[in-house]
């Protein structure tokens, strides 16, 4: 297994820390195993332009590509409904958290928890902190799996950090491979 | 000799004001009766109480479990939701002990349990900040002023101290009478403390119930140094028109010498003000401060200038504007002396809680203190006196003006653009930065000629220096000294105006805004509190002021926010505190003063269950917070919120059911108090008329959130003001503002509306069809209109039984 060190340097975990994810195909295969996938998208998923595309964008495709349920933050609704995408659901960053932790909540009607949670967009110490009280309170057997740019270290899987373009690339792997049937 | 004990307190109700220090010890030369003969009989009483015209309810001077039911109903409703901040526990030598993924530490704890212990640490440490300062603030004015100094907070606040007498029985009447008030707090913070032990609490729930009750002190001690400080420095006394002062770096004159004042105790500032009046050096210096010494200063000398919040310290420093900087106690840079080093300006320290490493020369002769300071021997000096103090830091700033020339440790932008080259775009100095600051990008430009990019982060930049620490930059660049001469100049021209704290909300206004506020036709009460750890600009705080001062809300402020709320302009550059009144009514604009004065924010709230709704006061705790939490729609914005002393201001706002917002860096208080909207049992009330539990809908939802930006908070406040007791005009006018609010920042009515809609008749005549169409699309039904009378205790229903 191998880590990254947190983007924020002062914000040392613990004894565990995710498993960094440099194929990002490793990420598709695993969101098309999944019974109850889930997106949660924050606000700076909607960031500047990168020559290889848009986050907000490539979300949609992975959410259509997979019906995957989105949760965006209030502040992220926007960029997902201006492009004719809307998410299942808006929350706020804690609610969400709160919801995940509580293992009767479920998005769909089928009443079932999510078992795999994809995370982007995320102000890094509110994505660090939001997934440090899922890896302690969260039922057992979620795999959380943070897609941002940066290294998160409280999850089962996490990108690297990562530069815009590297991102957006990787992004667009996950993209193209849950798009193939 | 017989000696006689009573340990219980002796209660008198004596004419009020007549009555000086009371000596609990009666001697008996000869004491007869039927079975007893005796002489030289001494009499001890733990202590008279005076009592007043109020009857004392059930919780007088409650311990650390004497609330715990009321906390526990406010904790089912609102369960903590964590966010630990690190796997481990390390407080102990068994450890450290990983608490994660459902382990227990060597002592027994789990990861919930821990992360409320480390809360109860914060808000414990926060409520002995404001009491050590409540202490030493009033053993300084019994000497200044006497023990018998009568209290006097104006004449149109009757209620002097309503978190005191609500919480300790007291009416307070002498200087004297707070110093039994002290005590009392002393002895819980004790208590709060020792459960923070190894193997005391081991229950989340029961450690959250004793940090409300640390809040809950809290308010009461930082009641007791305000109304002190009022009474005695004679400071506004509850004057909507306070005078309007100076903020801002560009207010303080470079061609004057210039003192500056860090810190939160005001008596070393109020002597330094009477040495200049008295020497006729009022024109000839310029005083300054920083933080709420600095609010608290302009409240007794409205000539003085307010420099910034917090964050301005150390750009102040190095920007050279100060040639004396005098330290009292809490939130002041602890490298102050390396950073006025740099700029030659003497330190004067004078708290014994915050000596700085500096000699103490309390008992010296000035002319030594001052000499040695001159020559060089030494770089400040701690002086525990404050009148000495005054003497030393005026004397000090006339003679180092001429020397220092306003020396500067600021580089110019030749300089910047030099060093800015050599930077190798690592990006570690934005690895350090709080907020991520795209620092490293910023410098790139700099090295090209461009210092726009530098300029831009200066409202952003917390000041924290992070990003020059040993180590960082490979390169030796000063991130942090960059920004700071890339805004030289606006630096220069920083120039706003604020109202100086007015204090207490006075009884004539809650009077006139009560029913209007628990009707819910004042839309809500706003309490913009805290520091200035802002995730963006300072100009958000008055962002989001401005925004609800136009929408008719009470904006009430104190402290750091207070000052970053004057430093911003509207469009029509107009300061929000010239711009508004500053009156307690819709739309209205309330500096209450500094940290302490937070206490005036919690004591309206209080002031509107006894005075508006005539409830018991006196000792009654859980019922004035049941009616608060169901009545009075009010919330609290800790913006930019850093310290344990915000910490504990919030706890004591959630002990009385009000919902607390802090910005994003407010989650590493470590947890949340969510509710859940989607869980219909959480919200009823029991109805005080029938005894009938009834579905009040989420109101307030969260009594502790974040947000993650500031349109998030502003689309949050309006929803936690509405309260089950909305009449339908009061709830129709919330609602307007929520869905307004929805609408402008995320495009689209908000997906929970139905939840806060009871009858048709709170739905906003502007926006009816809308609502009407969107209701359609959901389970909503009309309810049958009855509101109503709200409360969480079965026994204030008025009818008897049905109810468990």
């Known amino acids: ?181 | 000799m017989l000696r006689l004990r009573i340990s219980h307190d002796l209660y008198v109700q004596p004419d009020e004001r007549k009555i000086p220090e009371m000596k609990a010890r009666v001697k008996i030369d000869e004491l007869i009766g039927d079975d007893i003969r005796a002489h030289g009989v001494e009499l001890d009483i733990g202590r008279i109480i005076r009592t007043w015209e109020e009857r004392p309810g059930p919780t007088r001077m409650p311990g650390i479990g004497d609330l715990r039911e009321w906390d526990h109903k406010l904790l089912k409703k609102y369960p903590p939701h964590y966010l630990p901040f690190c796997d481990l526990c390390c407080l102990c030598t068994m450890g450290k002990c990983d608490l994660s993924r459902g382990k227990r530490g060597a002592c027994g704890i789990d990861m919930a349990a821990q992360q409320s212990r480390i809360v109860l640490l914060s808000a414990s440490i926060g409520t002995a900040t404001h009491t050590g300062h409540a202490r030493h603030l009033l053993e300084r004015l019994v000497e200044t002023s006497g023990r018998d100094h009568l209290l006097d907070i104006g004449t149109s606040v009757n209620l002097e101290a309503p978190n005191i007498r609500l919480v300790t029985g007291i009416k307070p009447i002498t200087l004297g009478d707070l110093e039994d008030v002290l005590d009392y707090c002393e002895k819980e913070i004790t208590q709060l403390l020792a459960c923070c032990h190894t193997g005391q609490e081991g229950n989340n729930i029961d450690f959250e119930s004793k940090v409300f009750h640390a809040g809950m002190i809290d308010h009461v001690a930082m009641e007791a140094a305000d109304i002190a400080q009022i009474s005695s420095l004679n400071f506004p006394k509850g004057d909507p028109e306070a005078a309007l002062v100076d903020i801002g770096i560009g207010c303080v004159n470079p061609a004057k010498p210039s003192i500056l004042v860090i810190g939160h105790n005001v008596a070393p500032s109020v002597e330094i003000t009477d040495y200049m009046r008295d020497h006729g050096l009022e024109d000839a210096i310029d005083l300054a401060g920083i933080c709420c010494t600095a609010l608290d200063l302009t409240r007794y000398n409205n000539q003085a200038k307010i420099v910034g919040p917090l964050s301005h310290q150390i750009r102040f420093i190095r920007y050279g504007g100060a040639d004396v900087i005098v330290i009292d106690e809490q939130c002041v840079r602890t490298d102050v002396v390396i950073e006025a080093e740099k700029v030659h300006a003497p330190v004067i320290a004078t708290s014994c809680k915050n000596f700085q490493g500096l000699p103490d020369r309390t008992n010296d002769p000035i002319d030594s203190i001052v000499g040695d300071i001159i020559n060089g021997k030494s770089t400040g000096a701690a002086i525990l006196d404050p009148v000495k103090a005054g003497e030393v830091a005026v004397r000090l700033a006339t003679v180092m003006f001429p020397k220092r020339k306003k020396f500067r440790a600021i580089p110019d932008e030749a300089t910047i653009a030099a060093a800015a080259k050599t930077c190798g775009g690592c990006d570690n100095c934005r690895r350090v930065c709080p907020n991520d600051l795209p620092l490293a990008e910023a410098i790139a430009a700099a090295g090209k000629g461009n210092l726009s990019l530098l300029g831009e982060l200066y409202e952003s930049c917390i000041g924290c220096t992070r990003c020059e620490g040993e180590g960082v930059c490979a390169k030796g660049l000063m991130p942090h000294t960059m920004i700071l001469g890339a805004s030289r100049i606006r630096m220069g021209k920083e120039k706003f105006r604020v109202r100086c704290g007015r204090g207490p909300i006075r009884d004539t206004e809650i009077r006139a805004v009560g029913g209007p506020i628990v009707m819910g036709e004042v839309p809500g009460v706003l309490g913009m509190v805290g520091c200035s750890n802002n995730p963006g600009s300072w100009k958000d705080v008055g962002f989001i002021a401005e925004e609800f001062l136009k929408r008719r809300y009470i904006v009430t402020t104190s402290g750091c926010a207070a000052m970053q709320i004057g430093m911003y302009k509207t469009e029509d550059g107009q300061g929000l505190y010239e711009a508004y009144p500053g009156t307690f009514d819709a739309g209205g604009l309330v500096n209450c003063g500094s940290c302490v004065s937070n206490a005036h924010i919690s004591g309206a709230a209080i002031k509107i269950a006894n005075i508006f709704a005539r409830r018991q006061l006196n000792s009654n705790y859980e019922e004035i917070a049941d009616y608060v939490h169901n009545r009075v729609g009010a919330v609290g914005i800790a913006w930019g919120a850093m310290s344990q002393k915000a910490s504990s201001i919030a706890a004591g706002f959630w002990r009385l059911g009000i919902p607390v917002i802090v910005g994003p860096h407010g989650a590493k208080y470590r947890r949340m108090l969510l509710g859940r909207k989607d869980h219909d049992e959480d919200w009823e009330v029991i109805d005080a008329r029938t005894g009938e539990r009834v579905y009040a809908a989420p109101t307030p939802e969260h009594l502790f959130a974040v947000a993650e930006t500031r349109e998030e908070a502003m689309v949050l406040i309006p929803k936690l003001c509405m309260r089950p007791s909305d009449t339908t005009k009061g709830r129709s006018i919330k609602l307007n503002h929520y869905i307004d609010l929805h609408r402008k920042f995320f495009g689209v009515m908000p997906d929970d509306m139905h939840l806060f809609v009871r009858t048709t008749a709170d739905i906003p005549v502007a926006m009816k069809e809308d609502i009407q169409k969107a209701l359609r699309q959901t389970d909503w039904k009309e309810g049958d209109g009855r509101i109503p009378d709200p409360t969480l205790l079965p026994r204030l229903v008025r009818k008897g039984g049905g109810v468990e």
């Not at chain 1, 109850?36 to 990168?50: D, K």
């Open chain 1, 1 to 181: 297994m191998t880590y990254d060190t947190p983007w924020q340097r002062y914000e040392v975990p613990g004894s565990t820390q995710s498993t960094v994810v440099t194929k990002p195909a490793v990420i598709a295969a695993l969101l098309k195993k999944a019974t109850h996938p889930l997106i949660v998208a924050a606000h700076l998923a909607e960031v500047p332009a990168s020559t290889a595309g848009n986050p907000v964008e490539i979300i949609i495709r992975i959410a259509d590509a997979g019906k995957i349920p989105v949760i965006t933050t209030p502040s992220t609704a926007p960029a997902f409904r201006k492009r004719g995408f809307n998410p299942t659901a808006t929350l706020s960053t804690m609610e969400i958290g709160s919801r995940l932790n509580d293992p009767d909540w479920s998005i769909s009607n089928d009443h079932q928890h999510p078992d795999l949670v994809l995370f982007i967009g995320f102000p890094y110490i509110m994505g660090w902190l939001l997934q440090s009280g899922l890896k302690s309170f969260a039922p057992k057997g979620i795999r959380f799996i943070s897609i941002d740019q940066r290294y998160q270290p409280h999850c089962t899987l996490s990108f690297p950090n990562l530069t815009r373009d590297e991102w957006v690339t990787h992004l667009n792997t996950i993209a193209d491979e849950v798009g193939c049937t």
